[in-house]
């Protein structure tokens, strides 16, 4: 039987194989995790907290489904084990996890792609309907932030929301095809209530698959709208039930998006800024012209044809599809990054079904278009993923080959590493994935490791002096991208660089200096001299003594004495 279903349904494998061993590739040219902490790290340790209990706080995108699926990854890998056991050991080997946890998001999108194929050949017997579901997000393989002008490992190769919602657009389209091939209004309302079961864990994945519940509600009949919303709201809360002690800092998150035009609810206090986003939109246009022309010649043909029969279910379901995938587009052109288009991008695989199922077009001609379509999509995808895993292979030895020099050239040397869009230092990846749930554990577990966090040096929770450190080791390195240490209490001296990193030696440090004004100021404070207090704890501000509320907060205490 299952080598009788092989032989039926082998060509649909094809293409998501190809896309599969792409990833995996990807993948084995990017090197370890901890080069790309963000938001892997992140994910790993919220994974960690639904582990022992405990609530996760990264939750702006929400991106709850990921840690969940992290967490029974994890689980599986130990059970039997405490929870308190299985905490130490993914702390002691956090690349093994991750690559755990990755691994099973490439399965995840290849078993999805399947079920679409084998049922859209199921309904259709047109082999071609049945391959071109995977094929839009070919373009995804490369996919990398058009912000960043170093390699940054595309979605396909790492722990990210958006390599979850891939499969999810794939139940997503299952969901929309068993509508539009429902023969009768009873299973279509069945197929509604599957795709809002499928949205609600679309959004709480990750908010940019928002504009794809427009598809259900134009589809849906005038009753099955509101049980939609309804349904939809319902497998939210359900997918987020672990973060509901975390919904007034999400909403928060949420409304500072909305009112602000900067990224991450940041920048002037504006809906939106019209030059910024008409910008965004021709960059969209410009990279993305082959999938908008197409949503805006579907969104037309569907409304003129609608218009003529209103009766019209493939108009209907056409421009509905058209609308989601350029609402999509347009959603994220406020806040835009390459990857925030995947749900829209995963949707246009839907609407090329219905293009080809087109009842007009003669269909000698669609097939041989949609062939050459296939075969450029694959050729293009493969070879834009071979070149770019060469420039990743590239990253990896310029990394690995700086650090083992630095390593080399001063033995006994603390490194330490600080963020950017990439990492050269594993320690630092272990202190940017905590948020102190488990700095007690770390602690004791990794006494020698520390990193530069917000302009001073860390050992997870705890800071640490620089004099003390140095009474200890023979110098301190601090190993990343190029960065300005002008705002920092640390001079420094370029010790090597390299194409994408650099290593600065520590040459002097005024936070002894500053703690020493600190309490100077608030010994004379105590005294009542409340000018020389005040003089002294500016001084110590300007010495960035860390941390700065500290100051700060006794600075507005003073001001009140000063005053007088």
């Known amino acids: 039987?299952?080598?009788?279903?092989?032989?039926?349904?082998?060509?649909?494998?094809?293409?998501?194989?190809?896309?599969?061993?792409?990833?995996?590739?990807?993948?084995?040219?990017?090197?370890?995790?901890?080069?790309?902490?963000?938001?892997?790290?992140?994910y790993l340790f919220n994974s960690l907290k639904?582990?022992?209990?405990?609530?996760?706080?990264?939750?702006?995108?929400?991106?709850?489904?990921?840690?969940?699926?992290?967490?029974?990854?994890?689980?599986?890998?130990?059970?039997?084990?405490?929870?308190?056991?299985?905490?130490?050991?993914?702390?002691?080997?956090?690349?093994?996890?991750?690559?755990?946890?990755?691994?099973?998001?490439?399965?995840?999108f290849f078993a999805t792609s399947v079920m679409v194929g084998v049922y859209a050949?199921?309904?259709?017997?047109?082999?071609?309907?049945?391959?071109?579901?995977?094929?839009?997000?070919?373009?995804?393989?490369?996919?990398?932030?058009?912000?960043?002008?170093?390699?940054?490992?595309?979605?396909?190769?790492?722990?990210?929301?958006?390599?979850?919602?891939?499969?999810i657009i794939n139940l997503f389209c299952l969901g929309l095809f068993g509508a539009f091939f429902a023969k009768t209004t009873k299973r279509e309302s069945v197929f509604v209530l599957l795709l809002a079961l499928i949205c609600g864990l679309g959004v709480a994945t990750k908010l940019i698959f928002l504009p794809l519940l427009i598809v259900p509600l134009i589809i849906a009949s005038w009753r099955m709208k509101f049980v939609f919303l309804l349904v939809t709201g319902a497998?939210?809360?359900?997918?987020?039930?672990?973060?509901?002690?975390?919904?007034?800092?999400?909403?928060g998150w949420i409304t500072g998006l909305i009112t602000h035009s900067g990224r991450y609810g940041g920048g002037?206090?504006?809906?939106?800024?019209?030059?910024?986003?008409?910008?965004?939109?021709?960059?969209?246009?410009?990279?993305?012209?082959?999938?908008?022309?197409?949503?805006?010649?579907?969104?037309?043909?569907?409304?003129?044809?609608?218009?003529?029969?209103?009766?019209?279910r493939w108009a209907r379901f056409l421009w509905a599809t058209s609308l989601g995938v350029l609402a999509q587009f347009f959603f994220v052109a406020k806040h835009f990054d390459d990857h925030y288009l995947v749900p829209g991008i995963g949707l246009f695989s839907a609407l090329l079904v219905f293009l080809y199922l087109n009842p007009v077009v003669h269909k000698i001609i669609v097939k041989r278009i949609a062939w050459v379509l296939v075969f450029v999509a694959i050729l293009y995808g493969g070879i834009s993923t071979v070149l770019f895993c060469r420039?990743?292979?590239?990253?990896?030895?310029?990394?690995?080959?700086?650090?083992?020099?630095?390593?080399?050239?001063?033995?006994?040397?603390?490194?330490?590493?600080?963020?950017?869009?990439?990492?050269?230092?594993p320690e630092y990846a272990l202190s940017y994935g905590d948020d102190s749930a488990f700095s007690d554990q770390l602690s004791k577990l990794y006494p020698k490791i520390f990193c530069l966090e917000q302009g001073y040096i860390w050992h997870f929770k705890s800071r640490f002096l620089a004099d003390d450190l140095l009474a200890h080791f023979p110098s301190i390195i601090f190993i990343g991208e190029d960065v300005d240490f002008s705002r920092t209490p640390y001079s420094v001296r370029l010790l090597e660089k390299s194409q994408?990193?650099?290593?600065?030696?520590?040459?002097?440090?005024?936070?002894?200096?500053?703690?020493?004004?600190?309490?100077?100021?608030k010994r004379a404070f105590a005294k009542g001299d409340y000018g020389q207090a005040f003089v002294m704890a500016l001084r110590s501000r300007e010495l960035h003594l860390q941390p700065d509320k500290r100051t700060q907060d006794f600075i507005q205490t003073l001001e009140p004495y000063f005053k007088r």
């Not at 690559?99 to 490439?106: E, G, K």
């Not at 497998?235 to 909403?251: A, V």
């Not at 939106?272 to 008409?278: E, G, K, L, Q, W």
């Open 1 to 42: 039987m299952p080598l009788k279903i092989l032989r039926t349904y082998w060509f649909i494998l094809i293409i998501p194989g190809i896309f599969t061993f792409f990833s995996f590739l990807t993948k084995s040219a990017s090197g370890p995790f901890w080069q790309y902490c963000d938001p892997s790290y992140q």
């Open 121 to 167: 050949y199921h309904k259709t017997q047109d082999k071609m309907a049945a391959l071109l579901p995977s094929l839009a997000l070919f373009c995804v393989l490369s996919m990398k932030s058009f912000s960043y002008e170093q390699p940054y490992i595309p979605i396909v190769a790492n722990v990210y929301p958006e390599t979850l919602l891939m499969s």
């Open 500 to 521: 994408y990193f650099r290593a600065y030696r520590l040459t002097g440090s005024t936070e002894r200096e500053a703690e020493h004004l600190f309490l100077a100021a």
């Open 268 to 312: 002037t206090t504006e809906v939106i800024n019209v030059s910024a986003f008409f910008m965004a939109c021709g960059l969209i246009l410009l990279r993305y012209w082959f999938i908008v022309l197409p949503a805006l010649s579907g969104l037309v043909w569907g409304v003129i044809r609608i218009q003529k029969d209103r009766t019209d």
């Open 391 to 425: 420039e990743l292979s590239g990253l990896e030895k310029d990394l690995k080959g700086f650090r083992e020099g630095l390593q080399s050239k001063y033995p006994g040397s603390i490194l330490i590493g600080y963020y950017g869009h990439l990492t050269p230092s």
């Open 235 to 251: 497998s939210f809360f359900l997918w987020t039930s672990p973060i509901m002690s975390q919904y007034p800092r999400m909403w």
């Open 50 to 108: 639904l582990i022992a209990g405990l609530s996760p706080t990264h939750t702006d995108h929400p991106g709850t489904p990921l840690q969940i699926l992290g967490m029974l990854v994890i689980w599986c890998l130990n059970i039997g084990r405490s929870s308190a056991d299985i905490v130490t050991r993914v702390l002691l080997n956090p690349e093994l996890y991750l690559h755990a946890i990755y691994a099973s998001l490439p399965v995840l």
